[in-house]
């Protein structure tokens, strides 16, 4: 296992950390580890707020656990997307806010930079940058006329960085990828996928929506040499078999599709996907999910998906890397039992740390989801987990 150093600001000064992302080195090659193990557990507490932001969840309906609305500022939540900066900091992607258009108009969105500190079991939030639109390419009517991008506008949920420091992201209003710059500039017009058509988008436009709300872009990957994107639906497309997603092809460069198509069959049409990430240029780890949480979460896995589609069924291959209802946990971590289960409804982050491990994230949707308390809100979790079968991992996508 890899060591990093990460800055985590201390008082006035910077303080320089050296940290293992997980707390079993000793297994970084897989030996005695004969099942999925947990290496690393953290939690950012739900009542996390960006200091010194904006009000926000002014119009949010519901329960809120015990969190007076609207909050005095930005929360840190939704994570829906994640990238490795290699120096033990992570880029998180926030998604639309609170869930639909009509409550999130007051919710800017965020990359955060985070740092997760699996020694004291806690996430350290270093900063991040809002994302905004300067030089108008939205070609429509934002919320606000200062350009600052809101869950209003789009909902962002997967996310890549580039060898530049740009950022590609895809979004469910659309659906459209979005390119911004490293300070979250937009830097070009949103690119639309034919045939995929948003509920919000048919709204707006007048056109025929093919796609249920919340069903756009939930997976971005990218290739090794950099040169494609592959972005993932999340839900069945007007006209396809119940249960399969269109897995696209994108060159970054040109800012255009290329024609490819690949598809994704879900084990069950009911299910729902939550991140897509590249392994190498024909291997995919996707993270497949039921709607449940809690007691009711019952299907929360993440597969190994191959483009060359060996079985000849028309879709990726699917082979099971980890059930995250069922992760082994020798040592307690998190105050858990021996046997770890990620009951969250929304699992929407993976990062692969090395070859045998890989890094999870869920989304809290705060302040609603209760995954582990019906009557608390939330956490955001990151959890370390040691595969015992090495995952092959193209060395370029190791930062």
């Given at each position: 296992m890899r060591t990093v150093l990460r800055n985590a600001l201390a008082g006035t000064g910077v303080l320089a950390l050296t940290l293992s992302l997980t707390a079993t080195a000793s297994h970084a090659d897989g030996r005695g580890v004969s099942k999925p193990t947990l290496t690393g557990w953290a939690s950012l507490p739900a009542g996390t707020f960006v200091p010194g932001s904006e009000p926000s969840g002014a119009k949010v309906t519901g329960?809120?656990?015990?969190?007076?609305?609207?909050?005095?500022?930005?929360?840190?939540?939704?994570?829906?997307?994640?990238?490795?900066?290699?120096?033990?900091?992570?880029?998180?992607?926030?998604?639309?806010?609170?869930?639909?258009?009509?409550?999130?108009?007051?919710?800017?969105?965020?990359?955060?930079?985070?740092?997760?500190?699996?020694?004291?079991?806690?996430?350290?939030?270093?900063?991040?940058?809002?994302?905004?639109?300067?030089?108008?390419?939205?070609?429509?009517?934002?919320?606000?006329?200062?350009?600052?991008?809101?869950?209003?506008?789009?909902?962002?949920?997967?996310?890549?960085?580039?060898?530049?420091?740009?950022?590609?992201?895809?979004?469910?209003?659309?659906?459209?990828?979005?390119?911004?710059?490293?300070?979250?500039?937009?830097?070009?017009?949103?690119?639309?996928?034919?045939?995929?058509?948003?509920?919000?988008?048919?709204?707006?436009?007048?056109?025929?929506?093919?796609?249920?709300?919340?069903?756009?872009?939930?997976?971005?990957?990218?290739?090794?040499?950099?040169?494609?994107?592959?972005?993932?639906?999340?839900?069945?497309?007007?006209?396809?078999?119940?249960?399969t997603l269109r897995f696209s092809e994108f060159d970054p460069r040109k800012g255009k599709y290329t024609g490819k198509k690949y598809t994704y069959k879900l084990d069950d049409a009911a299910h729902a996907i939550g991140d897509a990430i590249a392994v190498d240029g024909n291997r995919f780890l996707v993270i497949e999910r039921d709607g449940g949480q809690g007691a009711t979460a019952k299907v929360k896995k993440i597969y190994l998906a191959d483009k060359r589609d060996r079985d000849k069924d028309g879709a990726l291959d699917k082979t099971l890397v980890v059930d995250l209802m069922n992760v082994a946990n020798p040592q307690g971590l998190g105050g858990f039992g021996k046997t770890f289960t990620f009951p969250f409804q929304t699992i929407e982050d993976v990062v692969i740390l090395d070859n045998h491990t890989i890094g999870v994230l869920n989304d809290n949707n705060f302040p609603f989801s209760t995954g582990r308390s019906a009557t608390e809100a939330d956490n955001n979790e990151w959890i370390t987990v040691k595969l015992p079968k090495s995952l092959d991992v193209d060395r370029r996508l190791l930062r």
């Open positions: 329960d809120t656990h015990g969190f007076a609305t609207p909050f005095a500022d930005q929360p840190v939540q939704g994570f829906s997307g994640i990238a490795d900066n290699g120096d033990g900091t992570f880029d998180v992607l926030s998604d639309n806010g609170y869930g639909t258009q009509a409550t999130s108009a007051d919710f800017l969105l965020r990359i955060h930079r985070l740092a997760p500190a699996f020694a004291s079991n806690q996430v350290d939030v270093l900063g991040g940058i809002n994302l905004t639109d300067p030089d108008g390419k939205v070609p429509w009517k934002l919320t606000r006329d200062d350009r600052v991008l809101t869950g209003a506008d789009f909902d962002v949920e997967s996310i890549q960085k580039m060898a530049d420091g740009s950022y590609w992201i895809g979004e469910e209003f659309g659906p459209y990828l979005l390119h911004f710059d490293r300070a979250g500039r937009l830097l070009s017009a949103p690119v639309a996928l034919d045939g995929a058509v948003s509920p919000e988008t048919a709204t707006r436009t007048g056109a025929t929506a093919t796609l249920a709300s919340s069903k756009g872009f939930e997976g971005l990957a990218q290739s090794p040499d950099g040169k494609r994107l592959y972005a993932l639906l999340e839900g069945t497309v007007t006209g396809d078999p119940a249960g």
